[in-house]
C-alpha cells in the first residue's frame, strides 16, 4: 500500500531506527523478551523517515500525514485485537441500551469521523500502518485498509461479557467496551510486508540518538545538578519534603 512503495534507502533507514528504538525500549524494560518499542516513538520514526506531517497530537483519525495519504500507525504486541477510536463525550455520542443498537451507534460515530479526516484534508485513501512484535523477537511490519464499517452488514458476535460489544461487518471484528467508551479492532499479523530481527546495534542506536532524539538547546556541556531543598510554589523549605523528607 504504501510501505512497499517507499525507496529502499528509506525503508532500510526505517528498520535501523525501529531497532535502536527498541533497544531503548530494553533499558526499561530490560527482562522483557519481546522488543519494546513506544507507540510515540514509532510514530516520530515514521513521519522522520518518510517526510510526513505528524498529526499524532490533534484530534483525528490519523497519525501521519503525505499528500492524499492518511496513515494511522501503531505498534503493539500480544492480542490483535488493539483500540482504533474513543468515544467518551455521551452528548456527543451518546450509547442505546441493546448491543446491536450500540454496534449500529459506534459504526455509525467511527465512520463520520473517518470521512470527517477525509474531506477536511483532502485524503484519498487511508490505512493503518503497524509494527508487531513477538517473543521470537522479530519485527513485523504490516499495513491494512482503514476502512469505513459496512452497517448493513453488522452482525454481533458472541461476547460472555456484557460490558463488550462483539461485532463484525463480514471483514473485520470489531469490540467496543461501554464502560471505557473504547472501539477496538482486530489487526491481521499474518502476512507482514517486512520484517527482521531485534539485535543489539551500537551504530543504529548512535544514529537514533542523532536523528530521532530530541537536542539540547542549551550548546553548553553541564558538570552539576540543581537540587532545591525548597518548595518552588511556596518559597519555603518545607519540614519533610523532598531531599529534606529526614
Same mark, same amino acid.
Request: hydrophobic share 35%.
Given at each position: 500500500?504504501?510501505?512497499?512503495?517507499?525507496?529502499?534507502?528509506?525503508?532500510?533507514?526505517?528498520?535501523?531506527?525501529?531497532?535502536?528504538?527498541?533497544?531503548?525500549?530494553?533499558?526499561?524494560?530490560?527482562?522483557?523478551?519481546?522488543?519494546?518499542?513506544?507507540?510515540?516513538?514509532?510514530?516520530?520514526?515514521?513521519?522522520?523517515?518518510?517526510?510526513?506531517?505528524?498529526?499524532?497530537?490533534?484530534?483525528?483519525?490519523?497519525?501521519?500525514?503525505?499528500?492524499?495519504?492518511?496513515?494511522?500507525?501503531?505498534?503493539?504486541?500480544?492480542?490483535?485485537?488493539?483500540?482504533?477510536?474513543?468515544?467518551?463525550?455521551?452528548?456527543?455520542?451518546?450509547?442505546?441500551?441493546?448491543?446491536?443498537?450500540?454496534?449500529?451507534?459506534?459504526?455509525?460515530?467511527?465512520?463520520?469521523?473517518?470521512?470527517?479526516?477525509?474531506?477536511?484534508?483532502?485524503?484519498?485513501?487511508?490505512?493503518?500502518?503497524?509494527?508487531?512484535?513477538? +517473543?521470537?523477537? *522479530?519485527? %513485523?511490519?504490516?499495513?491494512?485498509?482503514?476502512?469505513?464499517?459496512?452497517?448493513?452488514? @453488522?452482525?454481533? =458476535? !458472541?461476547?460472555?461479557?456484557?460490558?463488550?460489544?462483539?461485532?463484525?461487518?463480514?471483514?473485520?471484528?470489531?469490540?467496543?467496551?461501554?464502560?471505557?467508551?473504547?472501539?477496538?479492532?482486530?489487526?491481521?499479523?499474518?502476512?507482514?510486508?517486512?520484517?527482521?530481527?531485534?539485535?543489539?546495534?551500537?551504530?543504529?542506536?548512535?544514529?537514533?540518538?542523532?536523528?530521532?532524539?530530541?537536542?539540547? +538547546?542549551?550548546? *553548553?556541556? %553541564?558538570?552539576?545538578?540543581?537540587?532545591?531543598?525548597?518548595?518552588?510554589?511556596?518559597? @519555603?523549605?518545607? =519540614? !519533610?519534603?523532598?531531599?529534606?523528607?529526614?
Amino acid at each position: 500500500m504504501f510501505y512497499n512503495l517507499q525507496p529502499k534507502q528509506n525503508r532500510t533507514i526505517y528498520k535501523r531506527f525501529l531497532n535502536a528504538a527498541a533497544i531503548l525500549g530494553n533499558l526499561n524494560s530490560p527482562k522483557s523478551v519481546v522488543p519494546q518499542i513506544s507507540s510515540r516513538a514509532s510514530e516520530d520514526i515514521f513521519c522522520r523517515v518518510f517526510n510526513a506531517e505528524d498529526l499524532g497530537r490533534k484530534d483525528v483519525s490519523i497519525n501521519a500525514y503525505k499528500p492524499n495519504d492518511g496513515i494511522g500507525i501503531k505498534t503493539f504486541q500480544g492480542p490483535k485485537m488493539q483500540k482504533i477510536a474513543e468515544f467518551n463525550n455521551r452528548k456527543k455520542y451518546p450509547i442505546p441500551p441493546k448491543p446491536l443498537q450500540i454496534a449500529y451507534s459506534i459504526a455509525e460515530y467511527r465512520n463520520k469521523r473517518l470521512s470527517k479526516t477525509a474531506n477536511d484534508l483532502s485524503l484519498d485513501r487511508m490505512l493503518y500502518h503497524y509494527v508487531y512484535r513477538n +517473543k521470537s523477537q *522479530e519485527i %513485523q511490519i504490516f499495513e491494512q485498509e482503514m476502512a469505513a464499517i459496512n452497517i448493513n452488514r @453488522i452482525q454481533l =458476535l !458472541k461476547s460472555t461479557n456484557p460490558e463488550i460489544i462483539k461485532f463484525s461487518d463480514g471483514i473485520s471484528r470489531y469490540s467496543f467496551n461501554k464502560s471505557k467508551s473504547v472501539l477496538y479492532l482486530s489487526f491481521s499479523v499474518d502476512r507482514p510486508l517486512d520484517s527482521f530481527i531485534y539485535h543489539y546495534n551500537k551504530k543504529d542506536f548512535e544514529y537514533y540518538i542523532e536523528n530521532i532524539l530530541p537536542k539540547s +538547546k542549551n550548546k *553548553e556541556s %553541564q558538570n552539576n545538578v540543581v537540587l532545591k531543598l525548597f518548595n518552588q510554589r511556596k518559597n @519555603i523549605v518545607e =519540614l !519533610k519534603s523532598g531531599l529534606n523528607q529526614w
